[in-house]
């Protein structure tokens, strides 16, 4: 079965790399994106980005409204003063998961040290907005569902790997819970596959 989904993915990548932009941007939009579409994830990270010379920001602003609004699933565009404009740097989210992401204990603990405002899901978009303005944030591992305890250590460890305690790896490195980590990674890997395989079919 991991074959046959492995084949699935790399069939649907073929499909889209020979497409336009525009279908080529809303193909990665609805695969990589579809465990935030279908509810299982508060949001995905997705750099829509192929040829140097396509300006994928431009097609992303135009068209993201029309693709994401019926379903109920907002984004943010967090390279948007960036000056490469065939890369974007987007993240889709559904509000009231992130809400709830952003509102446990852990996170917040993690969030307020960094300066983020709590119980402020919009305060804290613009302040991982503007952080991306000067590096990469690495607590937005808290803004995509991940385990607390999963992005912190990553935080602490990350300039000694050898340190840190991993466990596992996939959509995020796992110090904690292994199995619970491992059950969402299927998920999201279920819902990015049959998103797949109905856009192969048409649908």
């Given at each position: 079965?991991?074959?046959?989904?492995?084949?699935?993915?790399?069939?649907?990548?073929?499909?889209?790399?020979n497409?336009?932009t525009?279908?080529?941007?809303?193909?990665?939009?609805?695969?990589?994106?579809?465990?935030?579409?279908?509810?299982?994830?508060?949001?995905?990270?997705?750099?829509?980005?192929r040829?140097?010379?396509?300006?994928?920001r431009?097609?992303?602003?135009a068209?993201?409204?029309?693709?994401?609004?019926?379903?109920?699933?907002?984004?943010l565009?967090?390279?948007?003063?960036?000056?490469?404009?065939?890369?974007?740097?987007?993240l889709?989210?559904?509000?009231?998961?992130?809400?709830?992401?952003?509102?446990?204990?852990?996170?917040?603990?993690?969030?307020?040290i960094?300066?983020?405002?709590?119980?402020?899901?919009e305060?804290?978009?613009?302040?991982?907005?503007?952080?991306?303005?000067?590096?990469?944030?690495?607590?937005?591992?808290?803004?995509?569902?991940?385990?607390?305890?999963?992005?912190?250590?990553?935080?602490?460890?990350?300039k000694?790997?050898?340190?840190?305690?991993?466990?596992?790896?996939?959509?995020?490195?796992?110090?904690?819970?292994v199995?619970?980590?491992?059950?969402?990674?299927?998920?999201?890997?279920?819902?990015?596959?049959?998103?797949?395989?109905?856009?192969?079919?048409?649908?």
């Amino acid at each position: 079965m991991a074959y046959k989904n492995l084949n699935i993915i790399q069939n649907f990548m073929q499909y889209v790399m020979n497409s336009d932009t525009e279908e080529f941007a809303r193909g990665i939009l609805f695969c990589f994106g579809a465990p935030t579409i279908q509810g299982i994830k508060a949001s995905c990270l997705i750099n829509f980005r192929r040829h140097s010379h396509e300006d994928m920001r431009s097609i992303w602003k135009a068209k993201a409204d029309e693709w994401l609004n019926p379903l109920g699933v907002q984004w943010l565009l967090l390279n948007d003063n960036g000056e490469n404009i065939s890369n974007a740097l987007v993240l889709i989210y559904r509000r009231e998961l992130l809400e709830r992401a952003l509102s446990c204990n852990e996170a917040c603990e993690i969030l307020k040290i960094r300066g983020y405002p709590l119980n402020d899901v919009e305060g804290c978009l613009d302040c991982l907005c503007r952080k991306f303005c000067e590096g990469f944030p690495h607590e937005i591992g808290l803004f995509l569902d991940y385990p607390p305890y999963d992005v912190l250590c990553f935080m602490e460890n990350r300039k000694c790997e050898k340190c840190a305690k991993l466990l596992s790896r996939s959509y995020w490195k796992v110090y904690g819970n292994v199995r619970r980590a491992k059950r969402a990674f299927r998920k999201y890997k279920r819902a990015e596959y049959d998103a797949a395989r109905l856009m192969l079919m048409g649908e």
